[in-house]
C-alpha cells in the first residue's frame, strides 16, 4: 500500500472498481489513516524543534499553543457544539470539494470545486463584512450562494466538455492541489507571526501528508471515502484537543516562624 500511496503519478490508473466490498473500503481507509498516524510520528521532532527555535532562538510566542488557542477561541466563539459541527463535519466535506472533488478532471467537477471555494474563502473580505452588517447575515449568505453558483455556471459553460490532459499535468494537478490544501492550513494559527512565516510549513506538515492518503483514498475508493477519512481524522484530533490538560498540584510548604519574644 506504501508503494500505492507514494506513486502519486499512479493515483489516476487505481483500479476504482464497484465490486469492493464495504469491509474492503474500510479497511483502505483504515490503512490510510495509519500512514498518517506514522507519518506524524516520523515529524514530530521536527515539529518540537521547529517550535523551540521559534520560542528560544527567536524568542516569538509558540506557533504550536496559537493553534491550539485558535482551536478554543472559535469554540468560544461559535459554542461546543456547532464548532465540533464544523470541524468534524462540514469543514472536511468543504475541504474535499474544493481540493479532491476535481480530481476527476471533470468540468462539472472544476466548476463546482471553483465556486465552493469562492464562496468559503470570501468570508474575510472588507465588501462581505461590510455588506453582513448592512443587509444581515441571513442575506448577505444568500448573496454569497447566488455569486458562487454564477460563477460554477460561468466556469462550467467556459471549460471544454472533454479535458484531456497529459500524465504528467495530471500528477501535477494533484501534487498542488495537495500542496495548497496543506498550506491552507497556516491560518489554522492565526494571528500570523509574519516574520515567521517562512517556518509555518514545517507546521502544516501534518496537513501535507494527510493531503496525501485523501487524494489516494479519493482514487482508491471515491470521493465520498475521502470525506469519510477526512472526518475520522478531524474528529480524532478534535477529541484529543479538547483533552483539559493537567493542572499542576501545588504542594503547600509549612514554614516554621519563631514565636515573637514576650516582655
Request: hydrophobic share 55%.
Amino acid at each position: 500500500m506504501l508503494k500505492e500511496i507514494f506513486a502519486i503519478g499512479n493515483y489516476p490508473n487505481l483500479p476504482l472498481t464497484n465490486t469492493q466490498s464495504f469491509g474492503e473500503k474500510v479497511l483502505t481507509v483504515l490503512k490510510a489513516y495509519g500512514f498518517i498516524f506514522l507519518f506524524l510520528l516520523a515529524i514530530a521532532p521536527l515539529a518540537y524543534l521547529a517550535d523551540y527555535c521559534v520560542t528560544h532562538l527567536f524568542h516569538h510566542p509558540s506557533i504550536a499553543k496559537q493553534g491550539i488557542d485558535a482551536f478554543h477561541r472559535l469554540i468560544h466563539k461559535v459554542g461546543y457544539t456547532i464548532a465540533i459541527l464544523y470541524i468534524c463535519l462540514i469543514g472536511p466535506i468543504l475541504e474535499e470539494t474544493i481540493f479532491r472533488l476535481p480530481l476527476s478532471f471533470k468540468r462539472l467537477h472544476i466548476a463546482i470545486s471553483i465556486a465552493v471555494a469562492i464562496f468559503l474563502f470570501s468570508s474575510p473580505l472588507p465588501l462581505v463584512k461590510f455588506l453582513s452588517v448592512h443587509v444581515g447575515v441571513a442575506y448577505m449568505l444568500l448573496i454569497r450562494i447566488g455569486v458562487s453558483a454564477t460563477i460554477c455556471f460561468v466556469i462550467f459553460k467556459l471549460l471544454p466538455a472533454e479535458i484531456n490532459l497529459s500524465p504528467n499535468r495530471k500528477k501535477a494537478f494533484i501534487i498542488l492541489s495537495i500542496m495548497m490544501f496543506g498550506l491552507m492550513h497556516i491560518f489554522n494559527y492565526a494571528p500570523l507571526q509574519w516574520q515567521m512565516i517562512w517556518i509555518y510549513p514545517i507546521y502544516v506538515l501534518p496537513q501535507l501528508g494527510m493531503g496525501v492518503a485523501l487524494s489516494y483514498v479519493r482514487f482508491k475508493n471515491g470521493f465520498i471515502w475521502g470525506i469519510a477519512l477526512h472526518c475520522l481524522i478531524n474528529s480524532v484530533a478534535t477529541l484529543l484537543t479538547s483533552i483539559p490538560q493537567p493542572v499542576a498540584k501545588v504542594q503547600h510548604t509549612h514554614v516554621y516562624q519563631k514565636p515573637a519574644a514576650k516582655n
